[in-house]
């Protein structure tokens, strides 16, 4: 039987400014759409209003989704026709609610050892945000949110 392929999909206001958080977080890279994103236009699939202009003005500037942005793994493979990885990856997607409570899920970051309050500066320097600290008998970590307030621990 054969493993299962998934994602993990993550709701939020600005799918681009969280890809590009999380790609620098996770040392991951954005996906680039622009190949499927032209054809379907091209091809009059789908109307402008879905897409956008990702990092105008930039280097970096090329077509994607208005409403979605992914990051994956930088070793995993990419699906050469649509850009997407196919492997380790997050999909942000925009919804209209804002986030109200606490996470039901949440990753956790794992520093090399004697490096977690480095990372914790690194990340905070990203636009994360330190909750508070954690020590108890079984380990000790930071509790972060992201720059929309979702909650991740570094380890």
Known sequence: MTALHWKLVIDCADPHAQAAFWAAALRYEEEDHSALVERLLKAGAVPA???ATVH????GERLGWRALAAVSHPDDPR???TGAGT???ILFQQ???TKTV??????DLHTEPGTRDAEVARLEGLGATVRRRVAEQGGSW???TDPEGNEFCVQ
Not at 56 to 59: A, D, H, I, K, V
């Open 49 to 51: 209003g879905e897409t």
């Open 56 to 59: 105008p003005g930039t280097p």
């Open 79 to 81: 699906d050469p026709a």
């Open 87 to 89: 492997g380790r990856r």
């Open 95 to 97: 919804v209209p609610e």
């Open 102 to 107: 606490k996470n039901r899920l949440h990753l």
């Open 142 to 144: 930071v509790v972060m």
